[in-house]
């Protein structure tokens, strides 16, 4: 039976359960997480700030190429990773490293490709964990299939995928929509509305009232939550999890958020956007919400935020150690596994990176990067 239109709209204005004064929102629109489960996002969010801050550092010391930081959004980061069991998969896009830190990948893994050392850091399997994907919205059919491979074989797991606002105007976004509700796969759609695709602002990139509303055209329920709000993260995208995993099918959640800093280190985000605007975002923000939340209820105090700091200061110091180390791969090995059959274009990059290699390195050392690889393993 078709499912009724209306049942699949998204209400009209995102959930909230805790305003950006750090006040609880009644009546509440949703069952409030427990203070453990709240506790534990506080914990983790002040680790994701930690890491973008410190990853944006490392890209001025040169030791990553590029950072898009997500910096502003740690409460869809953090609720991402917390609503999924051990079982479950995240993919997660170029933006979504604390997201992949927060399930439990070490930071410096995490970090592995955007400091330009190889294709991917993480065991994809053992984590549950696909790869960063830079090119938008493509491993929305990936997370799709591997719902529907779960469903075949009879698992109960649930594959959460993410994506930015402008990764909604891709094709492959509307493919994997449709075929996830024609499957009727276990996957939920967290699209992170951040206001900008690089300069690109929500005005521009649709004329939909809202991007949960585009879950209806597919037969999809769409949600929109307060993507600054962690506690409304944790209960709507936890109820989304837990419907797919029972065998309610997919579901698209749009959170609301904002991208506090540029789109990456390379992007001059004062050209197209209003510093007011930042401002007033500036006041929403994710972390200082939840901390005022639970200091008033008398859920935290101050050693346990100290506690949280120094976890974080933690991270930063293994991550800059990590990071400081040089060439722990061989640069030629990256074009290992990229064809099975390099062709001839490859190689031409190869035999140009050997002999770039061979002149920089002193005499006698060279042999060693430019013996080993190259060819098809
Ligand atoms: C298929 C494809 N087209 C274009 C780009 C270039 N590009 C990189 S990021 C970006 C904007 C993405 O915005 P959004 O999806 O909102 O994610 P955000 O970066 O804001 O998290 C574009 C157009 C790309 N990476 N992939």
Known sequence: MRPDPEGLLPATEPVTLIDSDGAPVTPARAVVPSTPDLVAALGAMITARRFN???????RQ???????????????????????SDGDWLFPTYRDT?????????????????????????????????????????????AVGVAHAARLRGEDTVVLALCGDGGTSEGDFHEALNFAAVLH???VFLVQNNTFAISVPLSRQTAAPSLAHKGAGYGIPGERVDGNDVAALLAVLGEAVAAA????????????TYRMQA??????ATRYRDADEVAAWSRRDPVERLRTFLTRRGDVD????AAFADDAERMAATLREELATDHRHDPSELFEHVYATPTPQLREQLALLRDEAARDTPAGEASAT???????R
Do not use: I
């Open 245 to 256: 995993r029972t065998g309610g099918g997919p579901r698209l959640v749009e959170a609301h």
């Open 302 to 305: 101050e050693a346990r935020l």
């Open 62 to 84: 040169g030791r990553l190429a590029v950072y898009p930081s997500s910096h502003g959004q740690e409460a869809c980061q953090v609720a991402a990773a917390q609503v999924l």
């Open 263 to 268: 789109h990456t280190n390379a992007d001059d």
């Open 370 to 376: 430019a013996t080993t690889a190259g060819g098809a």
């Open 53 to 59: 801050d410190q990853a944006y550092a490392l890209v």
């Open 185 to 187: 796969a276990p996957v």
């Open 98 to 142: 604390a997201a992949v830190v927060a399930r439990g990948v070490d930071p410096g893994q995490t970090l592995t490709l955007l400091s330009g050392e190889w294709h991917h850091g993480w065991d994809v399997a053992a984590h549950r964990v696909a790869p960063l994907t830079t090119p938008l919205a493509t491993q929305l059919p990936h």
